[in-house]
């Protein structure tokens, strides 16, 4: 089956640690993104992709770092920077770079800091 | 000022009811439109694209108003299942493509 995963569904992370999550997808998609949702808001943008071993800040990129290695991969670190990194984290995908196709979600990583 | 602004709700409706979700978007560079679908703890869901012309996919239609920077998604006759959060979602282009969320609105069909 194509589709998006991400891994851990959930995570907890101590205050000062840094935490990777993961995204992978098998959709042969060019485009990938992280967001972030927090409750009573919309999704907000933290980084982006559009072709391998380049990438983009999004709106709320500061605290975080992305690697976009292979095409399939797109994992998002969560540095001890980032000052309230509670929150449910999604990566999405789209077949053509910044064109007007259908963002794709995988099913999310809620991270807590304990 | 929100770039994309919808009624959080919630709507509680009962089964069989006719429901409406307005949005209102503030940037006249807004190219495309769609409504997602979002379970509690879930990831979102493409429910339809909104086109100029209105759309209509089953029980559920979408309409556009340009002029007014305003859309809406109608549901009739509402089952227990169309139970979730609405995103209405705006995607612009400003020399690259950047996509809009809004906060979506929340619906709880009850029998």
């Known amino acids: 089956d194509g589709g998006i995963t991400q891994s851990p569904k959930y995570l907890f992370r101590k205050e000062g640690q840094n935490v990777t999550l993961s995204c992978e997808q098998n959709l042969n998609h060019d485009a990938m993104y992280w967001y972030r949702q927090d409750p009573g808001q919309g999704l907000r943008l933290i980084y982006y992709s559009q072709i391998v071993n380049d990438f983009q800040k999004g709106d709320i990129a500061e605290g975080y770092s992305v690697s976009r290695e292979k095409k399939e991969s797109f994992p998002l670190t969560v540095t001890s920077a980032q000052k309230n990194p509670t929150a449910f984290y999604l990566c999405?995908?789209?077949?053509?770079?910044?064109?007007?196709?259908?963002?794709?979600f995988g099913p999310g990583t809620r991270l807590t800091v304990l | 000022r929100k770039e994309v602004e919808q009624d959080p709700g919630p709507f509680n409706v009962p089964e069989g009811a006719t429901v409406a979700f307005n949005c209102t978007y503030s940037?006249?560079?807004?190219?495309?439109f769609f409504w997602y679908r979002q379970d509690c703890r879930k990831e979102p869901k493409l429910l339809m694209s909104?086109?100029?012309s209105g759309n209509e996919d089953g029980r559920f239609t979408a309409q556009l108003n340009r002029a007014s920077q305003y859309i809406s998604l109608l549901i009739r006759d509402s089952k227990l299942s169309d139970s979730a959060t609405y995103l209405c979602?705006?995607?612009?282009?400003?020399?690259?493509?950047?996509?809009?969320f809004g906060a979506g609105t929340r619906l709880f069909v009850k029998a």
């Open positions: 999405a995908s789209t077949s053509r770079r910044g064109q007007l196709d259908t963002q794709y």
């Open positions: 979602v705006v995607r612009l282009n400003t020399g690259g493509f950047k996509t809009i």
């Open positions: 940037n006249s560079a807004s190219q495309s």
């Open positions: 909104v086109y100029s």
